[in-house]
């Protein structure tokens, strides 16, 4: 079984999420908290799988509150749930240790497919946010991107695809691979990158200069 903790100030959507998430033959609802600092709290008491966090709320916030559970508790991924597609909220997020991002308007069935890729380590983006983080990184100035010493070609061209949100089956599908073969290629990227998990492979084919619109 998947856990999974919700975190948000709205009590009917949390209530609402829930059924949602107990109704999957595969995953339930451990806990539920309104703040930040209550979210935190109960991830240390309850280790879930999968924290389901909104980034605006009360007291602390979502962004801290990821970065602490990120921080404590290894085995936890903090997938945020948000109706905003501001760059500085999802940038922030991600800097923090979000391992993906969804809208609030996702539909049941994604929802419960995308909490089911983040507990298996793949970091997951809507649409809409990727489009705009694509865009943050453009519009921000920054020194010349670093080179990704040290990577083979095949590194890099996988590092690409990750930063545009593909999948696994997405990328050996385009590359004409096996899964296998990417999931290994993966994990080399995570132990040469020092990364965390997949989002923050997003963060270094943003910074390494692999994502631009239309490549």
Do not use: W
Request: overall charge negative; proline content about 5%; aromatic content about 4%.
């Amino acid at each position: 079984m998947i856990d999974v903790l919700l975190v948000d100030d709205q009590h009917l959507l949390r209530h609402s999420l829930a059924i949602i998430i107990n109704a999957a033959p595969d995953m339930t609802v451990v806990g539920e908290a309104a703040d930040g600092t209550e979210a935190l709290t109960l991830a240390r008491q309850l280790r879930p799988d999968v924290v389901l966090m909104d980034i605006r709320m009360p007291g602390q916030d979502g962004i801290v509150t990821t970065r602490q559970i990120s921080e404590e508790l290894s085995d936890t991924r903090v997938l945020v749930l948000t109706m905003f597609e501001l760059d500085e909220y999802v940038y922030g997020a991600l800097r923090a240790g979000a391992s993906g991002f969804l809208l609030k308007d996702t539909n049941p069935d994604d929802l419960l497919t995308m909490v089911r890729r983040t507990h298996a380590g793949e970091s997951l983006f809507a649409p809409a946010i990727l489009t705009r983080l694509v865009e943050h990184y453009l519009a921000t100035p920054r020194h010349q991107p670093p080179q990704p010493d040290g990577l083979t070609q095949r590194e890099a061209e996988i590092l690409t695809v990750i930063g545009r949100g593909l999948s696994n089956d997405e990328i050996a599908t385009a590359l004409t691979i096996s899964v296998k073969t990417v999931k290994t290629h993966v994990s080399r990227l995570l132990s040469k990158l020092a990364a965390r998990d997949r989002a923050q492979l997003v963060i270094a084919a943003y910074e390494l200069g692999l994502v631009a619109p239309n490549r």
